[in-house]
């Protein structure tokens, strides 16, 4: 059973027994009310004759309280306290006889209702006991025809049942429209989840209204721009890294064929075999970084921390990094205001810095100097990495930690890189509950900073 057809029946059955309660009590008090209005009538009626019969009993009177309920839907019959009839407006039959020789005892001035059962009965009756002071003294009885009632209440059921069948029809078509308004966006969304589900992840849901559908429709439409964000990631990514992988592999198995010539001369067959032997090197730093992604990907990629001196730590990367700025010319300064003790993974954090620093000597001229600074600031650890390169476009800067993206589309081989370095790098500092941050400018140069939270955990793992 689909879901509007189950919810429209719940709305039904709810709503159908709502109004069934609503309608039966409404009914019933309908009825109540008109059958206690005319006992009272007919009461009140039957005390008046009562009066008028004390101010002034005689037969002319009594004949003229006869007549005048002739005229009406009413009647009346007087009795003596013995039950013999002085006057009556009908013809008594053994019903009425029956009622009549009813023993009243102790009749209140007001008088009471003797008869009051409207459906068993063909008469409800009331009585109002008279004496005029002179020896006259009876009982005045007030009859009324149950027909009167039951063309009424026959009337009112008619009323009852046009009223429940329009309740119904507008119920039915409130349902109707109400299911419109609610599956119609849940039909959509429906139809945007087998399109997310077969690959298609171009589907555009509008959101209409600010409530819990509009927010799932909210929801579907973000993991479906997702999904096509990462569709198209994932085919840029395997174009990049099949263009990346082509031009190696090109240049081993071209020198390769040529190194298997057996009329080639030593020295040129070693010339070759140490392009293959870069060329694989490449493609080794390639696999590497595709291999730390995936394990970063996996929730595979360990941190294991140590207590580490900061400033002896950089010192070591520093000597290392020196001869490397020397020989392409530029310069390289350290410089360090703490000696602070953090935990690091010593082998994890080297990977970053040497990376930021690589990128220095790609897109750094000679004749330039590279700082690396740290200091204590708040009791946080920042390491600062600053060049004066030829600087970051603002374009690109918002995507530079995006894998595989290049500020150099050329993909020049003299730069070299494949994009993902600093994709890494942001992994790493990160899982070290670390924030990194760049600010470029065009021609000047770039400032990469690591901003070190205090770390209390001794060992931690990505996730």
């Not at 013999?84 to 039959?93: H, P, R, W, Y």
């Not at 002896?312 to 020397?326: C, G, M, N, Q, W």
């Not at 600010?439 to 955990?457: A, P, W």
């Amino acid at each position: 059973m689909k879901f509007s057809i189950k919810l429209g029946l719940w709305f039904f059955i709810c709503i159908l027994i709502i109004e069934t309660a609503s309608m039966l009590y409404l009914h019933n008090n309908v009825v109540d009310s008109l059958v206690n209005e005319e006992l009272n009538s007919l009461q009140a009626r039957g005390n008046s004759h009562r009066d008028v019969l004390e101010i002034s009993f005689h037969n002319d009177t009594l004949q003229h309280i006869s007549l005048m309920e002739a005229q009406t839907d009413t009647d009346v019959i007087i009795t003596k306290f013995n039950g013999d009839i002085l006057e009556s407006s009908i013809m008594v039959d053994a019903g009425i006889q029956s009622m009549l020789h009813k023993k009243l005892n102790d009749v209140a001035r007001n008088g009471y209702i003797i008869q009051p059962d409207w459906k068993k009965q063909n008469y409800i009756a009331t009585v109002s006991p008279y004496d005029d002071g002179t020896g006259n003294q009876g009982y005045v009885y007030m009859l009324k025809s149950n027909n009167h009632i039951q063309a009424f209440i026959t009337k009112l059921n008619h009323h009852f049942l046009l009223a429940i069948f329009l309740i119904f029809f507008f119920l039915l078509v409130t349902i109707y429209l109400l299911l419109k308004v609610l599956t119609k966006p849940l039909i959509s969304m429906k139809e945007a989840t087998k399109k997310l589900s077969s690959g298609d992840f171009s589907v555009s849901l509008p959101v209409k209204s600010k409530d819990e559908i509009g927010e799932l429709s909210h929801s579907i439409q973000l993991l479906a721009n997702d999904l096509n964000y990462l569709k198209k990631e994932r085919n840029e990514f395997l174009a990049c890294i099949s263009h990346e992988l082509r031009t190696p592999l090109t240049y081993i198995k071209g020198y390769a064929n040529i190194g298997r010539r057996k009329t080639l001369e030593e020295s040129e067959r070693m010339k070759y075999l140490d392009i293959i032997y870069e060329e694989s090197e490449y493609v080794q730093q390639l696999l590497q970084e595709l291999f730390d992604l995936a394990k970063i990907d996996q929730n595979m990629f360990t941190i294991q921390r140590e207590e580490v001196n900061i400033k002896d730590f950089l010192t070591s990367i520093y000597e290392k990094a020196r001869p490397v700025f020397h020989n392409q010319g530029s310069k390289i300064q350290f410089i360090c205001s703490t000696d602070r003790v953090v935990e690091i993974d010593p082998r994890r954090f080297e990977q970053v810095i040497l990376n930021l620093l690589d990128n220095v000597l790609k897109y750094s001229p000679a004749n330039t100097t590279t700082t690396i600074k740290a200091q204590n600031l708040n009791n946080e650890i920042f390491i600062s990495i600053q060049d004066q390169g030829k600087g970051i476009p603002s374009e690109d800067l918002p995507h530079i930690f995006n894998r595989l993206y290049r500020v150099d589309k050329s993909r020049s081989r003299l730069t070299g890189g494949f994009g993902l370095g600093l994709a890494i790098v942001k992994e790493i500092v990160e899982a070290h509950s670390g924030e990194i941050t760049v600010e470029s400018t065009v021609g000047v140069g770039t400032c990469f900073t690591i901003r070190l939270k205090e770390i209390d955990d001794e060992d931690s793992t990505f996730s």
